[in-house]
């Protein structure tokens, strides 16, 4: 099966999972929050995520890291980041940030030149900074509000503003974007299982601790995102992580409280 064909087949089951979701979301159950009004829809296609973990990529992911030498896996792991350096370099120059741009741009030429095609990571060890970003951070920089919390199938923890950022961000993946059919999709494969090999202590230890695994990777997900974007909510941004109005609240409380005028000097 080519890429292209299984880009269409997940934009398909994408969009029949978010036709889906609003459809549930319009009778919301019990459980349901601002920032979550599509809980009970979430929680089912997180628990297939889960499953679909549990029985088939994490195993790979452990066999993975099981066979294969710590070296090689962390020049994996920073080629894939020489990738994303190059879409973080279009998104910040879309986000109209000069410096953050150049630095990434000059990270991918760094690693790419002196770190055999970005297998070293050339670039950390003179201490450049990574400035990681997405196209959803991009529409949220420019003010684009989240919307509510979406899990997707198989991709996971997501946003409804994220959702369509994702897709922009699958097209510029370099990975995925050669000729070679067969390459592409191997390279998309050892992606993901370094990816998830890279993260099974994390979530060996998030099964230990969660009482709630459901909702603890969801607030780390909407407070993780709230934080790359890095910018104060403006007045006209769709809030969902505000509580219910009550009574006596101000007629809009989304805006903070106004600060006290200084004492006059004497």
């Not at 090689?72 to 973080?88: C, E």
């Not at 067969?182 to 979530?203: F, H």
Request: overall charge neutral; aromatic content about 8%; proline content about 8%.
């Amino acid at each position: 099966m080519t890429i292209t064909k299984t880009t269409q087949s997940f934009v398909q089951w994408a969009a029949a999972a978010v036709v889906l979701a609003l459809a549930q979301g319009c009778a919301s159950g019990p459980g349901t929050t601002r920032e979550d009004p599509l809980e009970p829809f979430n929680r089912t296609i997180f628990s297939l995520n889960d499953k679909v973990d549990t029985a088939v990529v994490k195993p790979v992911a452990s066999a993975y890291r099981e066979v294969t030498p710590k070296i090689v896996r962390t020049g994996v792991t920073n080629f894939f980041g020489n990738l994303a350096d190059v879409w973080s370099t279009v998104n910040n120059v879309l986000q109209a940030k000069p410096q953050e741009a150049a630095e990434s741009l000059f990270r991918v030429t760094t690693n790419t030149i002196f770190g055999l095609g970005g297998i070293l990571d050339v670039a950390s060890e003179m201490r450049i900074p990574r400035h990681s970003e997405d196209f959803g951070q991009t529409l949220g920089y420019w003010g684009v509000p989240p919307g509510p919390y979406l899990v997707l199938p198989v991709l996971g923890p997501s946003t409804f503003r994220d959702s369509a950022g994702t897709v922009v961000d699958f097209k510029g993946n370099l990975a995925t974007r050669g000729s070679d059919v067969a390459a592409r999709n191997t390279a998309s494969a050892i992606g993901i299982v370094n990816k998830r090999a890279n993260l099974l202590d994390a979530g060996d230890l998030l099964d230990q601790a969660a009482l709630d695994k459901y909702s603890f990777v969801r607030d780390v997900y909407l407070q993780r995102r709230r934080s790359q974007i890095g910018r104060s909510v403006s007045a006209s941004e769709e809030r969902y992580d505000l509580p219910e109005a009550g009574p006596n609240a101000p007629a809009d409380a989304s805006q903070p409280a106004p600060a006290p005028s200084p004492a006059p000097a004497n």
